[in-house]
């Protein structure tokens, strides 16, 4: 099939490669502009512009694709170019632009976008992040065909993905781009042979996935040890939990909850528990307890708490004593 490709991240990347791989003429694929990036902030390429440079695909890198918005020029040209590239359908993944109706109107096939959660759940900009967060047990994959709504779109396609114990955004993530990648093949097959059918969204189960926020990032001490839990996972890569000690922020890339005995009185939220040679454990909310079992000093790597206690320490860690709050003007990074 003659398609349109849009997408930016290693996850419509993955996509892609699926599609060339099965043997769809992509005639024109769509990413975002190249962003600065790293500490040099330096302009870098998105993963799909590099994969479609590497495959010799045509690209185009509007800024804006309203007609009457800020970038209108530029979404003239991509219009021109979706015209002259006459794609049967578009398929859309983590593009990052929101698409007007003449983008949405113009392949006659329409546009299927690959989302990476059991829709109606999960709608929005972080479905694999907050589905973790929220102790989801499972989430999936939807090809879901686009109209004007914010993921409300009919369901073409859906396959399950299980969430582990384990699980971080990360890993979960690469599992769920190669299951969208093995999908959206599968629905431009059932499409080419008439045996794709949509499937209106439930009224009910909605839930909507906001954006994450580097905010986000700052250890509440005062919730219980399973949900901070859940939230390292949730964050990692990106913004990775932290907390202040010592006048030292400190990233938390891996932890586990710890019984606290019944009978025993609840400690204060924040109050380090364990200070030992190879464990460090803070007290959270409702009488539970944070074992930190990875975790990062700035400008260095990620280390197991017995070699990170091994280190240099951290000033302030003393069993009794209650983690700072950082000072309002302290950005989070």
């Known amino acids: 099939m003659r398609i349109a490709f849009a997408g930016t991240p290693e996850f419509a990347a993955v996509a892609l490669d699926a599609l060339h791989a099965a043997g769809h003429e992509i005639a024109l694929v769509l990413t975002q ?15 799909v ?3 479609a440079l590497a495959l010799g ?3 185009a890198q509007p800024r804006g694709l309203r007609l009457d918005g800020r970038f209108g020029e530029d979404a003239a040209s991509a219009r021109t170019a979706l015209e002259r590239a006459a794609p049967q359908a578009m398929v859309v993944a983590a593009y990052g632009l929101i698409l007007p109706a003449w983008t949405l109107d113009l392949p006659p096939a329409g546009c299927l976008n690959i989302h990476a959660s059991v829709l109606p759940r999960w709608r929005g900009a972080a479905p694999i992040h907050r589905a973790i967060e929220a102790g989801d ?9 686009m109209d004007a709504g914010l993921d409300t779109g009919p369901m073409l396609l859906q396959a399950p993905e299980p969430i582990g114990a384990q699980d971080t955004t990360a890993t979960l993530h690469d599992r769920l781009a190669a299951l969208g990648g093995r999908l959206i093949v599968q629905a431009l097959q059932d499409l080419t042979a008439g045996r794709l059918q949509a499937v209106a969204q439930p009224t009910e189960g909605v839930t909507y996935a906001r954006k994450i926020e580097k905010s986000e990032a700052l250890i509440d001490w005062s919730l219980r040890a399973p949900v ?7 964050f990692d890569p990106f913004p990775g939990a932290s907390f202040h000690c010592g006048g030292t922020m400190v990233k938390l890339w891996r932890a586990a909850p710890m019984p606290w005995p019944a009978d025993a009185p609840a400690p204060c939220p924040a109050t380090v528990i364990d200070a030992g040679k190879g464990r460090l454990a803070v007290a959270c909310g409702e009488a539970t307890v944070l074992e930190l079992l990875e975790l990062q ?6 280390q197991v708490a017995s070699a990170f206690v091994q280190g240099q320490g951290l000033p302030g860690w003393q069993v009794g004593e209650m983690l700072e709050a950082p000072p309002a003007e302290d950005p989070v990074r």
């Open 33 to 47: 502009p190249d962003r600065p990036a790293g500490r040099g902030q330096l302009l870098q390429a998105s993963a």
């Open 49 to 51: 512009k590099q994969r």
């Open 57 to 59: 695909l045509p690209l």
């Open 137 to 145: 047990a499972s989430t999936g994959i939807t090809i879901m065909q």
């Open 228 to 234: 901070i839990e859940r939230r390292v996972r949730a």
């Open 297 to 302: 000093r700035p400008g260095g790597r990620r």
